[in-house]
């Protein structure tokens, strides 16, 4: 492994800590790493060391290349400058891809506390986003940011289908950042249907990092299983990025939204019930609810008997109360039409953009 400590900005001691795993060679397959970018806390008046290369350790075993920003904190921290540092650190390491031997567009960043709020300003508002983004006990409300850096932005108020996927973990007790800041951060998140997975812990202290004895101050009580977000976040980054196979990743498991409605294009992916009220997929919808009309009792009994005796009952008004939230694809799975068909009608919906 290599190390490397490159300096962004001399005045405000801005500085890039690079791990850099090899590749190839007894690492046969593996030709490329996905990375991760990690912001520590500090309320913009230093970058915690707890929250530094004791994080890095477990990211670098999952196979990762890791970097540390510390960004512009005290005087220096007034904005953008904290997020012009992310800019700046984001897009030297995916110019620097083939040297430092990593994917792209699978690159994370990981924010603690303040660098929780860089974070998710990267996810939200950044000109270089990340393609995924984990925040522990992060800041996320302009009231709460301003007691340490009073030019900060609020980075709820930011999120759109634009944003990344986030993971957040926080505890339920955190007397410095409450935990409100985790819950609007995620429940806008799900209003703009991103994908994400959040954890809140029953107790325990602001900053406890990896959650291991050998960063936490000793007789603070901590919940036994906070420590579990490292693994959680990495086996999510799995399901975000895929995981390693021969000379490439595996395809992820999960996409940048919940359902298709809020990606740029239409496709099979979008709900039903999205789809057929959408007065731009009229043209390709029209036909096939006409259809389904007359054939409404077969589809619902394939989908299941709650959708079926609805179906009964109401017609086609209860077959859409128990469809309207699935996709397209699996709608459409439960009919006859044949493939053909059913890939005709997602190259058309593919034509349509979202808006």
């Not at 075993?61 to 904190?73: D, E, M, N, P």
Request: proline share 5%; with cysteine.
């Amino acid at each position: 492994m290599k190390t490397e400590i490159i300096t962004l900005s001399k005045e405000r001691n801005v500085t890039l800590t690079a791990y850099i795993q090899n590749v190839k060679g007894e690492f046969r397959n593996i030709s490329k790493r996905p990375a991760i970018l990690i912001l520590p806390g500090g309320g913009y008046q230093y970058c915690s060391d707890r929250e530094a290369d004791p994080v890095a350790m477990p990211y670098l075993k999952a196979g990762y290349q890791v970097f540390i920003l510390r960004y512009s904190v005290k005087e220096h921290a007034v904005w953008p400058n904290p997020l012009n540092d992310y800019e700046q650190a984001m897009e030297l390491i995916r110019s620097n891809h083939e040297k430092w031997g990593l994917y792209q567009d699978k690159v994370a960043v990981l924010g603690f506390s303040a660098g929780g709020h860089l974070a998710g300003s990267a996810a939200t508002m950044a000109k270089n986003k990340p393609d995924a983004a984990i925040l522990g006990y992060p800041v996320t409300k302009k009231d709460m940011i301003e007691t340490c850096e009073k030019t900060a932005p609020d980075v709820v108020s930011a999120v759109d289908r634009n944003t990344c996927p986030c993971f957040l973990f926080a505890t339920r007790n955190d007397q410095l950042v409450p935990i409100v800041n985790t819950i609007e951060f995620t429940h806008a998140l799900a209003e703009h249907g991103v994908s994400f997975e959040s954890h809140i812990y029953a107790y325990g202290p602001h900053g406890f990092s990896t959650g291991d004895s050998s960063v936490n101050y000793v007789g603070v009580p901590i919940c036994n299983r906070a420590p579990r977000w490292v693994q959680d976040s990495i086996e999510w980054l799995k399901d975000m990025f895929g995981d390693f196979e021969q000379d490439s990743m595996t395809v992820p498991a999960c996409g940048k939204h919940i359902t298709g409605d809020y990606d740029d294009m239409l496709s099979m992916e979008c709900t039903f019930g999205y789809l057929r009220k959408l007065e731009a997929a009229e043209h390709i919808m029209k036909p096939f609810l006409n259809w389904l009309d007359i054939h409404k009792e077969d589809v619902a009994r394939s989908i299941g008997p709650a959708a079926y005796e609805q179906t009964c009952k109401k017609g086609l008004p209860g077959f859409y109360a128990l469809a309207d939230n699935r996709s397209l694809k699996e709608i459409l799975g439960n009919t006859d039409l044949s493939l053909e068909e059913v890939e005709r009608f997602d190259a058309s919906l593919k034509t349509i953009a979202n808006h």
